[in-house]
C-alpha cells in the first residue's frame, strides 16, 4: 500500500465516525456482517478448487468462500475501508472465536484486549494493526464507520460458527481498489465472481451497466460465473435491460433474490 493512504484512511475514517460522509468514492461506511442469502446464491455453484474473485464489503463473502474450499479469494471494493475490517474480523476470529467485533456498543475495552494479542504477518496486517489502535486511543465510537443491520434484509452465510472458519484465517489477502463502473485494466480472470448486489447502483446510469458489463466480461473466464443478488427493487424492465447488456458475453439464470450470469 501506498504511504499517503496509512494516514489518509485514517481520517477518513475518523469523520465517518462523527457521522459525516465524504465526496469521495473510495470511503464509505463498512457492512458489518452480509445482508445477503449467500446460501442460496452458492447452492448448486461449484465453489471447490475454484479461483474466486469476491467483493470485500463485510468480508463474510471472502470467509464463505474460503469456507467452502476455494482453491484462491481475492477481493475488490470501491471502499478503502473494507480491507482493515477484513483484519478486525481475522482478529475477531483468531483471537477471540467470535463472528462479529464487539465494537458497536462503544466497548473499547473488548478492542484493547484484541489488538494487544494481534502479531501481524505481513504489512497489511500491520497497517491494519496500526489504524485500529489509532482509533482505540482516540476513542472513536464504531457505531457510524458501519451499516447496521437493523434496516437491513437478515444475511445467512454457509458457516455458522466460529469453529467452521477455523482453516479459513490466513492473512493473505490480495485486494484491490477498483470501481467495477470504471474501465479496468484486467490482469487475471476467475471462475466465480462474486459482485452482490452492485449492479443495484447503475439502474439509472446503462452505460455503468455496459462497462460493469464488459468488465465482468474479460475477469471471468469461459464457464466461469458471476453471482449476483438483487435486493434494491427493481423493475422487470429495468432487470431486462441489464439483462440484454450482459447478453453478449452471458446467459442469465434467475435463482430466487439471487441471479447468475454464466459467461459463454
Ligand atoms: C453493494 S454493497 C451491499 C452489501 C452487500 N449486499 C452485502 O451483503 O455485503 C457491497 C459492497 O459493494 C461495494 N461497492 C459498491 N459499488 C461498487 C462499485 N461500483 N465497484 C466496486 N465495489 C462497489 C461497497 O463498497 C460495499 O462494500
Redesign the pocket.
Known sequence: MEKKYKTKDYLASRIISYGKELES?EY?R??Y????D?QELCRGVEIEGKDVYS????S??IFNARYLKAKSVDA????RL?IYYFYLRLWTLKYKNELYPNILGHNHRWLGELLKQVKPKNEMEQIALTHFKKHYITDTNFSNLF?LLDS?PT?YTCFQTPEDLRDCLSPELDFQR?????EQEVKKDYDVIF????L???RKDLN?TTT?AENLSQMTRKDGVVLC?N?IFRRMEDLEREREIFSPYFEKEQKGHSYVYHRK
Do not use: C, M, P, W
Open positions: 468514492k464509505d463498512v457492512y456482517r452480509t445482508n445477503e449467500l467483493v470485500l464489503a463485510s463474510d463473502h475488490f471494493d470501491i471502499n473494507t451499516f437491513q444475511g477498483i470501481d467495477l463502473f470504471e459482485i452482490s448486489n452492485i443495484d447502483r447503475s455503468k460493469a443478488s435486493l
